[in-house]
């Protein structure tokens, strides 16, 4: 069993920062591709930003500039570093990732909440 369990979220006020984290437990020999992607009206899920297991890294067209993702390999950990944060970018946050299992899968997160607002 793999779980996926976000935290970071919060209010916060138009220009400042936040910095969501992500960590992946349970059975598994190996974690690949981690992202993150906004949930949208009608279930969607928009890509905020992705790494690979070397760290290499792609972002929304929104948040470039803005926000840069990284990840602690040795402990199996995404991160999400929000800065000049605007009211549009409000919305639960999830977590994905590519995993190394009882086969190759993607797993998610439940999200965690982000709140811009004055």
């Known amino acids: 069993q793999v779980q996926l369990v976000e935290s970071g979220g919060g209010l916060v006020q138009p220009g400042g920062s936040l910095r969501l984290s992500c960590v992946v437990s349970?059975?598994?020999?190996?974690?690949?591709?981690m992202g993150w992607y906004r949930r949208a009206p009608g279930n969607q899920r928009d890509l905020v930003a992705t790494?690979?297991?070397?760290?290499?890294?792609a972002y929304g067209d929104s948040v470039k500039g803005r926000f840069t993702i990284s990840r602690d390999n040795a402990k199996s950990t995404v991160f999400l570093q929000m800065d000049r944060l605007k009211p549009n970018d409000t919305g639960v946050y999830l977590c994905?990732?590519?995993?190394?299992?009882?086969?190759?899968?993607?797993?998610w997160g439940q999200g965690t909440q982000v709140t811009v607002s004055s």
């Open positions: 994905k990732a590519r995993v190394g299992s009882d086969g190759l899968a993607d797993y």
């Open positions: 349970g059975s598994f020999f190996d974690i690949y591709a």
């Open positions: 790494i690979t297991r070397r760290g290499n890294a």
